[in-house]
């Protein structure tokens, strides 16, 4: 019974369990250990997005006989280029729109108040459960609006952190573009044989997919971006660009972003017009359609096949245990998992083979 499949898995999953439940109990053991991951999270976390963006470039520069120092140093001399081009055009619109947006936050809230209580009292109208409905919104608009001011808030002191941080990333990033080939075979080193090939394969899949998910999404989110800007310069929404970055950044999580980005973004298009409420769900179902039916399956093709029902159920359950950072690491984490299991799953096939062969 030791030798099937079923056992052995259920064994794994009920060690798996136990090490969750022991690291709970002694956490304090370890938060040593969790405050120095915690700080090297982050700029980790970017340090590999900017890897798979930039690898090819390194790649491209060697192929011309540039050595590699001097391709990762054109690489960085190229980003921080990049990044101030950026920070240069984009930068004072939005400091200047973050900052209206914040003092404009009171009047927003009144007006959108204003507008429901105009609909409540025209409730003979309307039917039972619109009228409970915006006496609910009436009532809970006003903390949404403070809310959203102190996420804002929030949001810049984050960013703050960020640069304090950011000295990290050229630093993880340079030995990642270095020493890119030296990963696979240090973790293969540990096996021989047939397992010491199977390494080898499975990190490479791994490395596949990873490349395909931030590659793909990144740029995929880059184009929803552009897309809801010039839609909402179309219809002079005010705040443009910080609604397009909110659509954009919002974009990474799958099936779910559209849905979220829309909502800020409807809120100031009813402050500032209530017929701007149609134009900007025009928008953002034109350009949702267009991502989903057009960019993705050319961007992303079938790297990462995952049904619907099981993104929703991921990120749910992620952002349930982990926050903000499960929602935006769950389908990753997935296709990291998906794709291990993958492997493992032909290579107990072919052994099974092998073995029904020799019999």
């Known amino acids: 019974m030791t030798n099937k499949t079923w056992f052995q ?86 400091n200047n729109q973050v900052s209206k947006l914040v003092k404009n936050v009171p009047q927003m809230t009144k007006t959108a108040e204003e507008g429901i209580d105009y609909l409540i009292s025209q409730k003979e109208r309307l039917p039972k459960f619109a009228i409970e409905s915006l006496e609910d919104a009436a009532g809970q608009i006003e903390s949404y609006a403070m809310s959203l001011g102190t996420w804002l808030i929030t949001f810049l002191q984050g960013l703050l952190q960020a640069v304090i941080l950011v000295v990290l990333v050229p630093f993880f990033l340079f030995y990642m573009l270095k020493d890119r080939e030296a990963f696979a075979p240090f973790i293969a080193g540990f096996f021989s044989g047939d397992r010491k090939a199977w390494v080898r394969k499975t990190l490479k899949d791994l490395d596949e997919t990873l490349k395909s998910y931030v590659q793909g999404q990144l740029l995929v989110s880059f184009l929803v971006g552009v897309m809801l800007l010039i839609g909402y310069l179309i219809i002079g929404l005010d705040y443009s660009l910080i609604l397009a970055i909110v659509g954009m950044v919002t974009n990474v999580i799958p099936f779910l972003g559209p849905y979220l980005a829309v909502i800020p973004a409807i809120f100031v298009a009813w402050t500032q017009d209530p017929q701007m409420v149609i134009y900007v769900a025009i928008i953002m179902l034109v350009a949702q359609q267009v991502e ?19 993104v929703i159920t991921l990120i749910l359950a992620a952002g349930n245990i982990a926050g903000i950072w499960g929602i935006i690491l769950a389908i990753p984490t997935y296709a990291v998992i998906k794709t291990i299991a993958t492997n493992l799953y032909h290579k107990r096939k072919e052994i099974r083979d092998m073995a029904t062969k020799e019999v």
């Open 9 to 94: 898995t259920g064994i794994a999953i009920i060690l798996f369990l136990l090490i969750i439940m022991l690291f709970r109990d002694i956490r304090d053991v370890f938060s040593p250990l969790y405050i120095v991951a915690k700080t090297v999270f982050l700029p980790l976390i970017f340090a590999g997005v900017l890897f798979y963006l930039t690898r090819p470039l390194v790649n491209w520069l060697e192929d011309k006989k540039l050595p590699r120092w001097a391709a990762i140093l054109s690489v960085f001399i190229l980003l921080g280029l990049t990044f101030w081009i950026i920070y240069a055009i984009v930068g004072p619109i939005f």
């Open 292 to 310: 989903s039916n057009l960019i993705s399956p050319n961007v992303m093709g079938k790297a990462l096949d995952i049904h619907p029902l099981t």
